[in-house]
């Protein structure tokens, strides 16, 4: 190999650990995971995880992410020894973040890398991260709310892209931890009453596994079934298994192929009038409301009676004790997760365009509500 190969080499490989770090702060999975061959393994036995393969390195990495409140990496060059058509490196990592159950902490670590060049070009066959630094002490600082120009909307995220007020952001450290924590066996079983009291049909299931499992019992084979764009059926696997097989008539794919200028009037009635909904909510209190927070409104018609049937997956740090308490919980926590998400994802902020309060279900087994034990989601 020439020393002008060499230096090429070097240099891919050098943009490749920059582009892991780049997908990582900004949350790209599927990025991040296209950076390992087909076969690459990421291993943290300190945390422990050992993902193999594309899609398990997405789907795990998705999981983790999911956790965060903020992340904070940053990576420093080390060694690099190219030996033909592989090579193995180290870089050496330091890391600030911030989870949603309020755990913090620093680390210094270090990624023993494989590369291998690939017809794509340099990869990753493998990375194991040692931690050598852990520091646990709460972190006092904060991630900075959204600006006043910023202030859009929802875990729903479907499509509420137009900037929206300006309210200031002035919440205090640690109101945002609360509205992350799962709520206590006994406000999930206070809520699960006061929602069949209202008319819903509640249930409460351990994690988004089980919801995932139930979602495929209650909705019958070729059902029209309109997905909300929500973290929450994304992270839970719910989405894919609607939208990417041939059990269902899945809505949302269909839409989204459709023409806005020329078909919004099919679009409208396919999205507000399906055998089924399945989506999430912003906000569901102790007294059996739901809240449901939009930029565009289009799955609310739906939501409100439009599907014949409804189905919302909600996590366990949704519940909140009262309407004005929910009302706060889209304002200070769902908000600025979602405008985040949805600057990486558009380019532009959301919006909280549109609010629907559902207080009862007048149709007793229309609507169903699966409250999980577990926090996913916004």
Do not use: C
Not at 259 to 273: G, H, M, P
């Amino acid at each position: 190999m020439n020393d002008f190969q060499e230096i090429a080499d070097r240099v891919e490989i050098e943009a490749l650990r920059g582009e892991f770090t780049d997908a990582a702060m900004m949350r790209d999975r599927a990025r991040l995971a296209a950076l390992f061959t087909p076969d690459g393994v990421l291993r943290m036995p300190n945390v422990p995880v050992e993902l193999t393969g594309r899609e398990e390195i997405r789907t795990g990495g998705e999981r983790l992410q999911s956790q965060w409140d903020f992340f904070v990496q940053n990576s420093h060059p080390g060694t690099i020894r190219i030996d033909g058509d592989t090579a193995t490196g180290r870089t050496y990592m330091q890391e600030i973040a911030r989870l949603l159950d309020g755990r913090s902490g620093l680390n210094f670590a270090v990624y023993h890398d494989t590369y291998r060049r690939t017809r794509e070009g340099w990869k990753f066959a493998e990375r194991v991260y040692e931690v050598r630094y852990v520091d646990t002490t709460p972190l006092a600082g904060a991630a900075p709310g959204p600006d006043a120009r910023a202030h859009d909307f929802g875990e729903a995220g479907d499509a509420g892209r137009a900037p929206g007020g300006g309210a200031t952001d002035t919440r205090e450290p640690g109101v945002a931890g609360d509205f992350a924590a799962p709520a206590s066996a006994e406000r999930l079983d206070r809520t699960v009453a006061a929602l069949r009291a209202n008319g819903f049909t509640a249930e409460l299931l351990d994690d988004a596994a089980a919801a995932r499992a139930r979602v495929k019992e209650l909705i019958p084979k070729g059902a029209s079934v309109f997905t909300g764009a929500s973290e929450t059926l994304r992270l839970s696997g719910v989405a894919e298994d609607i939208e990417a097989g041939d059990r269902y008539q899945a809505v949302r794919p269909r839409v989204l192929k459709m023409d806005r200028a020329t078909e919004f009037d099919r679009i409208r009635r396919l999205v507000a009038t399906p055998d089924v909904l399945v989506a999430s909510v912003a906000a569901v209190t102790e007294t059996g409301s739901l809240v449901i927070a939009s930029g565009s409104g289009s799955q609310l018609p739906a939501s409100a009676g439009g599907a014949a049937r409804a189905i919302w997956v909600v996590g366990a740090q949704k519940v909140v004790p009262d309407l004005d308490t929910a009302l706060r919980r889209v304002e200070e926590h769902a908000l600025p997760l979602e405008n985040e998400r949805a600057q990486a994802v558009y380019g532009q902020p959301s919006a909280v365009n549109r609010l629907l309060v559902l207080n009862a279900e007048p149709q007793p087994g229309r609507g169903t509500v699966l409250l999980l034990r577990e926090a996913i989601g916004f």
